[in-house]
């Protein structure tokens, strides 16, 4: 099989929500591709099956892979933020708007600034 091959099985098995096959799949596109998008799609499956410390191990390759994509920051940041980690939910995205001009993570940065700082929690 190629790399094509197991990354179109690997995202045929995300739609049916077998997460773990497409873990398991998109490892295996890796041998062929070091692609930050598959460290970026492992780490949304991590997401998926609520195991949040292994996406943020996912999540950081890709952003080491491409700093510049604003997915991989927005789920890390959330991947925090799930762990309670509310400090470093909102460090992630002051990084990513430093050199990404995004009103999307704009926007998620001033909400979580009224969940940290201003104790809004809802």
Known sequence: MSYVD????AVEYYKTKDYKKSIDLFFKALTYNNSYLLYYNI???????????EAIDFFKKS????RFFDKSYINLAY???????????YRTIKEAISF???DHLKL????LYKIIILGEFK
């Open 6 to 9: 197991f990354y179109n099985q």
């Open 43 to 53: 780490g949304v499956c991590y997401l998926e099956l609520n195991q949040f410390k």
């Open 63 to 66: 952003i080491q892979k491409n």
């Open 79 to 89: 991947s925090y933020y799930k762990l309670k980690n509310y400090k470093a939910s």
């Open 100 to 102: 990404i001009d995004s």
């Open 108 to 111: 998620i940065e001033n909400k």
